[in-house]
Structures are given as structure tokens and as C-alpha cells.
């Protein structure tokens, strides 16, 4: 039978059960047993006792009534019902989310940081830009292992590399030997190894009698003719990247190599015409960042320059040229 006393004592065990658990140290109260802590009044509280009525719903953020595990689930990056799912998610920090219920975000892969709306497409075989479509030119359509994109940056292993002049075709790509002099592939009237050279304009299958045969416009390489076939050293010879702002300009590896950035007055500050640049007249050594303009009555104030590059010129603008009141 039930009784009052029956409660008291049931009450009490579970009293001492209470401290035995917390520790002697604990501080504590019997509401803390009985009922349960609400702060932001939503019905919910951050632990379970006897008497609440969220006991095995413990809310997730006692601070905020918006948050419970009776809310609905919002897309603003919060886990708003509390079942330890965040709703906007970007993995990959790129700044686009992942579709993930119940939102729908615009990221098409969110494990991948160069894959999101808007991205450059790279020759990858991937959808970089999430347009729901891989470019053409980044597949093997006739499965010879070469695109026609490059040079190839995925992860495929099927693929070799890019540079595919006819992918409808698999015995032309990059990786095919034209050549040697009188074989069928020097009179098919195709540029079989890709390199825009076809048939006999093509050094693999020159037959040559000369170093005149076999000039391939580099001069970055000493051409020759070797029994009857081309031959091709790179050297280190002075040449012309086609670059104005690089000086010194040398063969490396059979490239034309820029040296270093243009200082044509040497003077130590590199022409503002080029990258980097912040000479603002390049002819003339005494003028430059580091040069001086003024004090007031110096011939640098009434030259015309800006001797100094700091966009003043003379007396007129510059202050270092003014003389105080």
C-alpha cells in the first residue's frame, strides 16, 4: 500500500542516492533532483530529473527559446532542433554549401574546394563549375588515354595526358612515334603525334641531308643531321623571350628563359611599366623612388620631373618643394 510514509522514504533513498552520486563536494538542492532547469523558457531544459517533462529531449542551447528539440529545422547553419545535425554544411570551405536536407545548397561536390558555382573550368574531367557538365574536351572519346584539354590535371588514372588533336581518332594522340623516314605514317597526310607537324614537315620523318633540313625555328636548339636523321641539342644561347620588362634573356632547357626584370637606367628600381615596376621614367638614373625632390630652391623643383615617383611634380605640387610659412 501507498503511503505517505512509503513516499518519504522513497524520497529520501533517492536524496542519498543523489549526493552519493554527485560527490560529497556536489552542491545541490532537492529541486535539482525533482525538477529541471529551463533558462530560456522553451519547455526544454539542459538535464533530466523526475519531473520534467523533456526527460530524454535535453535541449542543445538552453540560452536561446528558438532552439529545442521541438523546433523545426531552419537553413541558417544551426542546428535548430537539436538531433546533432547542422543543416548548412561547406566541408570544403570554398564559400558554397552542400545540398543537405532539409536545404538545398548549390556546391556539387563539397569534398573538393576547386569544385563550386562559378569555378574555372579545368582540364580535370571534372564539372568544376557544377553546370551539370563535364566539358568535352576533358573526355577520351575514341580511349586512347589523351583529351583534347591540357595539359591533364585529374585524378584519372585512365588518362595519360592532353594534347589530343583528334579524339575521334585512337592511333592519333601524343603518345604516337611519326616516324621514321619512309614509313606510312610520313604519307597519310596526318599529324599523327599531335605536335602540328604532318608528313614530312614533321622532324621524325625528315629525311635530311643537312643541318639546313632539319632548322625547327628554336634557338634554343643546335640543330644537325645525323646519318640521315634530325638532331636536336638545347643550348645555352643569348635569345628573346618576346617579354619587354625581362633583361638577359637565356636559353634553358631548349626555352628562351626571361633574366632579370627591366632596369634600363640601372639604377636599381625596375621600370613601372612592368609588373612590380615603380620607376616612373626608366631612361633617367636620378629618377626614381629613392631619389630626393626638393628641399625648396633646389634645382629638383623646377626641372619638370617627379624626381622622387611620388606622382608631384616641382614646386607647384610637391610638397618637399614648398617652403614653409
Known amino acids: 500500500m501507498f503511503t505517505r510514509r512509503t513516499l518519504t522514504v522513497w524520497t529520501g533513498i533517492i536524496l542519498l542516492s543523489c549526493m552519493f552520486l554527485m560527490g560529497e563536494e556536489a552542491a545541490w538542492a532537492p529541486g535539482d533532483v525533482l525538477y529541471c532547469e529551463d533558462v530560456d523558457g522553451d519547455g526544454y ?9 523533456f526527460v530524454g529531449l535535453l535541449d542543445c542551447d538552453d540560452t536561446n527559446p528558438e532552439i529545442n528539440p521541438g523546433a523545426p529545422e531552419l537553413c541558417n547553419g ?3 532542433n537539436c538531433d546533432g545535425v547542422i543543416d548548412v554544411v561547406d566541408a570544403d570551405g570554398d564559400g558554397h554549401y552542400a545540398a543537405t536536407p532539409p536545404c538545398t545548397g548549390d556546391d556539387c561536390d563539397d569534398s573538393n574546394p576547386d569544385v563550386y558555382p562559378g569555378a574555372t573550368e579545368i582540364c580535370d574531367g571534372l564539372d568544376d563549375n557544377c553546370d551539370q557538365a563535364i566539358p568535352a574536351d576533358e573526355t577520351d572519346a575514341d580511349g586512347d588515354h589523351y583529351v583534347e ?4 590535371a ?27 623516314y619512309g614509313d606510312a605514317m610520313c604519307e597519310d597526310g596526318v599529324d599523327n603525334d599531335c605536335d602540328a607537324l604532318i608528313d614530312m614537315a614533321d622532324n621524325g620523318c625528315r629525311q635530311c641531308s643537312g643541318p639546313a633540313d632539319c632548322d625547327d625555328a628554336n634557338p ?17 644561347s643569348p ?21 632579370p626584370p627591366l632596369d634600363a637606367d640601372s639604377d636599381g628600381y625596375v621600370s613601372d611599366a612592368c609588373p612590380g615596376g615603380d620607376d616612373c621614367l ?3 638614373a636620378s629618377v626614381n623612388p629613392g631619389a630626393t625632390e626638393g628641399p625648396p630652391g633646389d634645382a629638383t623643383c ?3 620631373l617627379d624626381n622622387d615617383c611620388d606622382g608631384l611634380t616641382d614646386d607647384a605640387a610637391d610638397p618637399d618643394c614648398v617652403a614653409s610659412p
Do not use: F, K, Q
Request: with cysteine; charged share 25%; aromatic share 2%.
Open 302 to 304: 623646377s626641372d619638370g
Open 239 to 259: 635569345c628573346d623571350d618576346g617579354d619587354a620588362c625581362t633583361t638577359d634573356d637565356t636559353c634553358a632547357d631548349g626555352v628562351c628563359t626571361g633574366g
Open 149 to 152: 584539354c591540357g595539359p591533364w
Open 220 to 236: 634554343c636548339t643546335d640543330d644537325d643531321c645525323v646519318d640521315s636523321v634530325c638532331s636536336y641539342t638545347n643550348n645555352t
Open 78 to 80: 544551426i542546428d535548430d
Open 154 to 180: 585529374g585524378t584519372d588514372p585512365g588518362i595519360v595526358d592532353g594534347g589530343d588533336c583528334d579524339d575521334s581518332n585512337a592511333a592519333v594522340n601524343p603518345g604516337v612515334n611519326e616516324a621514321a
Open 45 to 53: 531544459g539542459v538535464r533530466p530529473a523526475l519531473l520534467c517533462p
Open 282 to 284: 626608366d631612361s633617367d
